[in-house]
């Protein structure tokens, strides 16, 4: 039996995820958390295999919580379920410790697939993106501008663009306002950008924020 953890903050996502996966004889649902928080509880309280989780919920970053799954969790496989375009969050989340990224445009039956994949001990990816993946191994992709961004950068892109302002990012990472400024102004060196309106306006022409 595949025992399958349901994380995203929406009740109504969270009821279709665990209505799809109950309908396959080896899969049971043992818990659902609306947090990364609650997710991490939940982990540490019941046995899972595969956690499908949504990296955009409240509370820490998705991609944070991921680094932590992988460090205090390693026999639990974690499978992506992002409304973020594969090209743009996938190959982060990966690198970040999921074993599998797949959109909410997918259909039931490759998010059962990709359950069962990862369970496996495999990475799943759609094929779109491996050729996206074999693309940029080949050197035939430049990739976009953020892609030279670390990890943490990243981050605070999504969260400048948001709205937020340094010292609400600074307590949401917990780092210093100095710590968040300085990754502001790496950022904004690194994208060519000189304002946040800038930034914003090329995170949402990326799809980088909702």
Excluded at 59 to 75: E, H, T
Excluded at 109 to 121: D, I, M, N, T
Excluded at 158 to 164: D, T
Aim: charged fraction near 25%.
């Amino acid at each position: 039996m595949i025992r399958i953890a349901v994380a995203d903050d929406h009740a109504v996502v969270r009821s279709g995820l665990k209505q799809i996966l109950s309908e396959e004889s080896d899969f049971t649902v043992t818990g659902e958390a609306r947090s990364a928080e609650e997710l991490l509880n939940l982990l540490s309280n019941r046995p899972v295999d595969v956690a499908v989780v949504d990296i955009s919920m409240p509370g820490r970053s998705g991609l944070d919580v991921l680094a932590d799954i992988a460090r205090r969790y390693p026999l639990v496989r974690v499978l992506v379920l992002s409304m973020h375009p594969e090209d743009q969050f996938a190959t982060r989340a990966l690198k970040a410790g999921a074993a599998g990224y797949l959109t909410k445009e997918s259909a039931p039956e490759e998010l059962v697939r990709a359950v069962r994949k990862v369970y496996s001990g495999r990475k799943y990816v759609s094929s779109h993106l491996a050729e996206s993946l074999a693309e940029k191994v080949a050197g035939s992709d430049q990739g976009s501008l953020h892609a030279s961004l670390s990890e943490r950068e990243f981050e605070v892109l999504r969260y400048l663009a948001e709205g937020m302002t340094v010292g609400m990012i600074a307590t949401r990472l917990s780092l210093n306002v100095k710590t968040v400024s300085t990754y502001k102004s790496r950022l904004l060196g690194k994208l060519g950008m000189k304002s946040i309106a800038e930034l914003t306006r090329y995170a949402v022409e990326q799809k980088l924020i909702e």
